[in-house]
T-cell receptor, first 115, second 112 residues
Framework: GAVVSQHPSRVICKSGTSVKIECRSL??????MFWYRQFPKKSLMLMAT?????????EQGVEKDKFLINHASLTLSTLTVTSAHPEDSSFYIC???????????FGPGTRLTVL | LAKTTQPISMDSYEGQEVNITCSHN???????ITWYQQFPSQGPRFIIQ???TKVTNEVASLFIPADRKSSTLSLPRVSLSDTAVYYC?????????????FGSGTRLQVQP
């Protein structure tokens, strides 16, 4: 299966700053990647679908100007949390769908803490 | 995508077999059933997938009755390291290209 990495694994930032999270597909060229957010003891919630070379598709209620997604290559998608606030503190996870039925491969996640 | 219902939590002891059942009454003809495992502060990990009858791999078994309205993930002889949240998902063949919809999952706690 696909190997997916994320960087950083955890980040702490001050309120009002921007944070960039990278998601890399190490051994699979991914035209599509997905970004999820997970609050403590809750399930994963899809934020957006990242499409290589085109605009991301955001889920209802997710502000596209706040969560900027760039998928410039087949192996890299980035999520930038702009003007972060404490309520943006969460666990952010990306995934790669290889097209094999409904099997996806997830990154290890990034823990964001906004002070 | 079909909605799934799982128990919120389960407790077990080391060495026991654990069976987690998932209900998916509205499963469609083309839907497959997939189970993921998630440890704290990690991304979900694919465990097993099936369409009907029984599927077994080195980690688990998946039992699917003829009507496919439910499925049971069976973990043989669990250990402490099997403590995790287990998610049941259903989706069609092309779902790999689309985002997955996660339900609440089942939190399994394995005691020594």
């Amino acid at each position: 299966g696909a190997v997916v990495s994320q960087h950083p694994s955890r980040v702490i930032c001050k309120s009002g700053t921007s944070v960039k999270i990278e998601c890399r597909s190490l051994d699979f060229q991914a035209t599509t990647m997905f970004w999820y957010r997970q609050f403590p003891k809750k399930s994963l919630m899809l934020m957006a679908t990242s499409n290589e070379g085109s605009k991301a598709t955001y889920e209802q209620g997710v502000e596209k100007d706040k969560f900027l997604i760039n998928h410039a290559s087949l192996t890299l998608s980035t999520l930038t949390v702009t003007s972060a606030h404490p309520e943006d503190s969460s666990f952010y996870i990306c995934s790669v769908g290889t097209g094999a039925y409904n099997e996806q491969f997830f990154g290890p996640g990034t823990r964001l803490t906004v002070l | 995508l079909a909605k799934t219902t799982q128990p919120i939590s389960m407790d077990s002891y080391e060495g026991q077999e654990v069976n987690i059942t998932c209900s998916h009454n509205n499963i469609a003809t083309n839907d497959y059933i997939t189970w993921y495992q998630q440890f704290p502060s990690q991304g979900p990990r694919f465990i097993i997938q099936g369409y009907k009858t029984k599927v077994t791999n080195e980690v688990a078994s998946l039992f699917i009755p003829a009507d496919r309205k439910s499925s049971t993930l069976s973990l043989p002889r669990v250990s402490l390291s099997d403590t995790a949240v287990y998610y049941c998902l259903v989706g069609d063949l092309d779902t790999g290209r689309r985002a997955l919809t996660f339900g609440s999952g089942t939190r399994l706690q394995v005691q020594p």
